[in-house]
């Protein structure tokens, strides 16, 4: 067992102790907050003693929790892995897709080993990022990841750090990059011992999951920045999805996201591989993503819900709640030729002005990451029900035609391949009784502003919840759903034979429709989707080359398309 030097920031306390394998060693103040044990120190097992607390707290910068977030803290040596992915350079986003799961939901066993078994599959529908949502540890057997409480580790249900090197590593092998999601915004509501050692969080700021965190302190700043390179150096994940960005209070003159796009651009250049930073916003505002001479904070690129929107509304006719603005198939056609549908218009459900107009002369379409279906979008329904729930294959196949043949960075939800009939439901397993009451009474509120209705939500803390939750595989090879996946391997395979459809030119993108009939043009370049999305059988005026099709039953010429209902077509002209 290796020597460690241990310290830790905690200027809330007066006196530290570090305990270690049982033992306690006093601690020595070292300056601006910061304390350190005795170097040379020994031992596996440890935890802090602030002032005259017997109760030993982890490490805010632990690397692995072996029991649980209340308990002691665990040495890892990340160092120690034998990687095996030295041929692999990374790969820009740009023309890449994106593969969203969760690793206690993607597999029956909900491990990243168990993970690992299933990259082949998805190198066969055209993945090249598998997107993590949050490992880091919480409280509980089970959990979204968004109440994480110790960023730095992995956490032991889905098999700890060393598990997650190797998936890494395995992903690396297979070809495909790994985007990890972090939340930097706020921390869960229990096992968050941080306000105990120092200023974590910003006193009466908070959002809507709690406190904000206060980015005022650099100590705090470090400590959002330190754990963002840990990922991309100590487990070569090949970039980041921050959660929530709006919900980030700073003030300061250098932006938290401009700190983190600067320093994970050093260590880009540093290892000589594309980094990338993906922010999820709900601002639609494209500072976040305007590179930094030019007045950005640089970052890669952002997460659009209105294209979400745009084509939920437009197969599902759905339009309570935020969906109301997108009623007309001329908002699916806005967003699809301008990046945004809110770009400064009126927002109903915000009731307010909303966004800002994208530059579409000069940013790239590809740095707006867009999904038919995500976690948000499928969990934060009452029942969380997919698309699938509602619409037939023929209307999931036009979902997969739109976004996988569109302008932008297509990102795909686990199991959307195969059109999963499992809902993905919101779950937590919060040990504490009036924790979990208050999350589930609070669950069902939610709903109230949408229009659900709350007697159908299911209780959060029920693990039947979390358990229904889980994909099925055996659904691959059973009729429809094998037919879909067909089609989403054979437009992997389209992606990679027709520029047109990685072209990220806005100004090669034009729509036509017809809001009566529902028929939807989308031209890119010289390739051309004709879309049916009436459940009628009709002839559209728009045709070519037949490159794809979603039903066998479509008539292509070069004048006109005669398209079944829910059906699409990918056509040269």
């Not at 805010?60 to 120690?80: C, G, I, K, M, Y």
């Amino acid at each position: 067992m290796a020597n460690r030097n241990f310290g830790v920031w905690a200027p809330a306390a007066s006196a530290v102790t570090l305990l270690l394998d049982g033992e306690r060693h006093p601690m020595s103040e070292a300056g601006d907050g910061w304390w350190s044990a005795p170097a040379g120190l020994t031992g596996e097992n440890y935890g802090y003693l602030l002032d005259d607390d017997d109760h030993p707290l982890p490490d805010p910068r632990s690397r692995r929790q072996p029991v649980s977030v209340h308990e002691l803290s665990s040495t890892f040596d990340a160092a120690a892995f034998t990687w095996t992915d030295q041929a692999w350079t990374g790969r820009q986003l740009a023309g890449g897709v994106i593969y969203e799961l969760h690793i206690g939901t993607f597999t029956p066993d909900g491990t990243l080993d168990s993970a690992i078994e299933r990259l082949d599959h998805l190198v066969s529908i055209g993945v090249d990022f598998i997107e993590l949502l949050p490992v880091n540890g919480f409280n509980g057997t089970h959990n979204w990841g968004y109440d994480g409480v110790l960023w730095y580790t992995v956490d032991e249900t889905y098999g700890g750090p060393a598990a997650y090197q190797r998936f890494v590593d395995a992903c690396h092998a297979a070809g495909l990059g790994v985007i990890q999601d972090v939340v930097y915004n706020h921390l869960g509501p229990s096992g968050n011992y941080l306000p105990r050692f120092g200023e974590y969080l910003r006193s009466g700021s908070s959002n809507t999951w709690g406190d904000s965190v206060n980015l005022d302190l650099p100590q705090v700043r470090d400590y959002i920045t330190d754990n963002a390179l840990m990922w991309l150096r100590d487990y070569h994940v090949d970039g980041l999805r921050l959660d929530a960005v709006h919900a980030l209070v700073d003030t300061s003159e250098t932006h938290i996201l401009q700190e983190l796009a600067e320093k994970t651009d050093a260590l880009s250049a540093f290892l000589g591989k594309p980094l990338t930073l993906i922010a999820e916003s709900d601002l639609n505002d494209t500072k976040l993503v305007t590179p930094r001479e030019a007045g950005g904070y640089g970052l890669q690129a952002q997460w659009s819900d209105d294209y979400h929107h745009a084509v939920h509304v437009a197969l599902t006719g759905e339009i309570t709640g935020y969906y109301a603005d997108f009623e007309q198939l001329s908002a699916l056609a806005k967003v699809l030729t301008r990046g945004f549908f809110h770009d400064g218009t009126y927002s109903s459900f915000r009731e307010r002005d909303h966004g800002y107009p994208i530059d579409t002369d000069h940013m790239p379409a590809w740095r707006l990451v867009v999904a038919d279906q995500n976690h948000d979008q499928i969990g934060n329904r009452a029942i969380g029900d997919r698309l699938g729930a509602q619409l037939d294959v023929g209307q999931l196949a036009i979902a997969a035609v739109l976004t996988m043949g569109g302008p932008f960075t297509p990102m795909l939800f686990m199991g959307e391949e195969w059109g999963a009939s499992t809902p993905w439901q919101f779950f937590t397993s919060h040990p504490e009784p009036e924790l979990g009451k208050a999350t589930a009474e609070g669950r069902i509120r939610e709903f109230e502003k949408m229009g659900w209705d709350p007697s159908v939500v299911p209780d959060p803390q029920d693990p039947a919840t979390f358990a229904a939750s889980k994909l099925d595989w055996s659904e691959l090879t059973e009729g429809s759903h094998s037919r879909l996946l067909v089609l989403y391997r054979a437009l992997a395979s389209l992606r990679k034979v027709v520029p047109d459809l990685t072209d990220p030119r806005f100004t090669r993108v034009t729509c036509q429709f017809d809001e009566d009939a529902r028929w939807f043009v989308v031209d890119q370049g010289r390739t051309r989707t004709v879309i049916n999305f009436a459940a009628e059988p009709q002839y559209v005026p728009h045709g070519g080359t037949l490159l794809l099709a979603t039903d066998a039953g479509v008539e292509v010429r070069a004048d006109g398309v005669t398209l079944p209902g829910h059906s699409a077509v990918i056509v040269s002209f």
